[in-house]
């Protein structure tokens, strides 16, 4: 016990330190393979739960053995078969690295000195591993803030001084496929451009930005005096991992010169990995990119980088003079300036630290074992006659339904027959998955962004998908 402190521990901090590391090396351990059935919570858990705020302390081991306890009757991400939504998988040196950025707590609102040198290096590595040249960025807290940062950007590109007048009796509107992520649709909310001037442009049989329709969009938007403030390619969509076809927009967005964003928050490490790199073509085109290091580049959550190629797009944006937030010669710009974020955790340590760690090598490798694994999946679900297919994967995301025979002919009841397989699945226990609906149709979308995911696992998920698809529902 340390006298000094008003926040004393009961128990050296070596000795918690020991027994929490032990916990966090068993836990490792066990996301190696993946466990049979998830675990009952606990009545006594239930009840710990509903416990209100105790004036007195606890031992830190009795806390840290509850904190275990809730967290190992979690659905966790990291596990090999979780295979649900776009998740991450708290790859081991992030989680040392978050650590240690706790433990020192640097703040990145202002300078942080030293840690300032490992973001702006840690940003240059994250445009490297993908091949885009970039000029300026920052480490966020995910695809939406990232989305958002460079949407903020770009109306200030389109209507300069719009962050000051607001829009000023002016409409403006944002371009994405109709099968975008939410969260442009929440950055026009957001920013007064409002939602209902996202246009939703049509997508191909392959889920990809019509780019014919999007030209149209523009031209009628343009007649009617809307400012057209960004085109959003998506590159790897949350719902079947479709990539817009980025240089014919680049081509569109240089025509009319409007802003081009690359929302990569799935999809831009496919650009890391030789098989899918053809994919993001014209790439290098784009005014900004966001990148979620927590999905694709397995890192825990939350560490998401926004790259602009305009030096001045981001501090034109979000740069400001207070009395408590000073310029002056040596810092003639302090983070804030370039960000959304006030005091900002330093989300750039484990990037910084998982790149020096595994080197690009491992990560390209990582990124293309996932790609097979899709792939693996699409065959498997392809040699399988009452599976069907929905999209070919273009990344990691296969979405697929199962369709026994007497029910062929009947949409309805097949959508909610695989909504009930689901939900079977997830009961079960042995695989985590999710449901979709993909051009009008409910499906399994599982999503291949997990490095301890192996190809055993996928078999597994197709095996169980075909027991669990047989058992009657018990209503
Ligand atoms: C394409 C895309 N953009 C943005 C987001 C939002 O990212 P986050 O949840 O990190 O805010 C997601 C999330 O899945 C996504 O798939």
């Known amino acids: 016990m340390n006298p000094r402190l008003s926040l004393p521990l009961d128990i050296p901090r070596s000795e918690l330190l020991t027994r929490a590391a032990k916990v966090i090396a068993e836990a ?22 509903a416990d ?6 606890m031992p830190a081991l009795q806390a840290l053995e509850q904190a275990k306890s809730y967290l190992d009757t979690s659905l966790a991400q990291a596990r090999p078969r979780y295979f649900a939504f776009v998740g991450s998988s ?34 240059r590595f994250a445009a490297e591993l993908i091949g885009y040249p ?43 496929s109709s099968e975008a992520h939410y969260s442009v649709r929440r950055a026009a909310e957001v920013l007064g451009i409002g939602a209902d001037f996202v246009r939703g442009i049509a997508i191909n049989a392959e889920h990809q930005m019509d780019v014919a329709a999007l030209e149209q969009a523009i031209q009628a938007d343009k007649a009617a005096g809307i400012t057209p403030v960004a085109i959003v390619a998506t590159a790897g969509t949350t719902l079947t991992g479709a990539i817009d076809p980025i240089l014919a927009l680049a081509h569109i967005a240089k025509q009319y010169s409007v802003w081009l964003h690359v929302d990569g928050a799935y999809g831009l490490p496919g650009a890391a990995a030789p098989s899918t790199r053809h994919r993001f073509a014209g790439l290098e085109h784009a ?4 990148i979620d290091a927590h999905k694709w580049l397995y890192l825990p959550k939350a560490c998401s980088v926004v790259l602009v190629k305009d030096p001045h797009a981001l501090s034109r944006a979000f740069s400001h003079n207070e009395s408590y937030m000073l310029h002056d010669q040596d810092q003639p710009l302090n983070p804030v300036d370039s960000t959304l974020e006030y005091s900002r955790p330093f989300r750039a340590l484990k990037l910084w630290m998982a790149l020096r760690v595994h080197g690009a090598d491992q990560f390209r490798a990582a990124i293309e074992r ?28 296969v979405p697929y339904r199962h369709v026994p025979k007497h029910l062929e002919s009947n949409e309805a009841a097949l959508n909610e027959h695989n909504l009930e397989l689901v939900k079977k699945m997830q009961i079960d226990g042995r695989v985590y998955i999710s449901s979709a609906v993909v051009d009008g149709k409910t499906c399994l979308r599982p999503c291949f962004v997990n490095f301890r995911t192996s190809e055993d696992d996928v078999r597994v998920l197709i095996e169980v998908t075909k027991e669990l698809a047989q058992l009657r529902t018990v209503k």
Do not use: H
């Open 28 to 49: 490792w351990q066990s996301f190696d393979q993946a466990r049979a059935v998830e675990p009952d919570i606990s009545q006594a858990l239930r009840l710990m739960a």
């Open 52 to 57: 209100g705020l105790r004036a007195e302390p």
């Open 90 to 123: 708290g790859l081991e040196v992030g989680v040392l690295a978050d650590a240690l950025a706790s433990t020192f707590d640097v703040n990145l609102a202002t300078t942080a000195r030293s840690a300032d040198l490992i973001e702006a290096q840690a940003l």
């Open 134 to 176: 970039f000029a300026a960025g920052a480490f966020t807290s995910g695809g939406m803030v990232s989305n958002l940062t460079a949407l903020t950007a770009a109306r200030e590109f389109a209507l300069p001084n719009s962050r000051q007048t607001g829009l000023n009796g002016r409409s403006a509107a944002l371009y994405c």
């Open 287 to 290: 005014d900004s990119i966001s």
């Open 370 to 397: 996932n790609i097979a694994q899709a792939r693996l999946c699409a065959n498997l679900v392809k040699a399988a006659p009452d599976l069907e297919l929905l999209l070919e994967p273009q990344l990691s995301t």
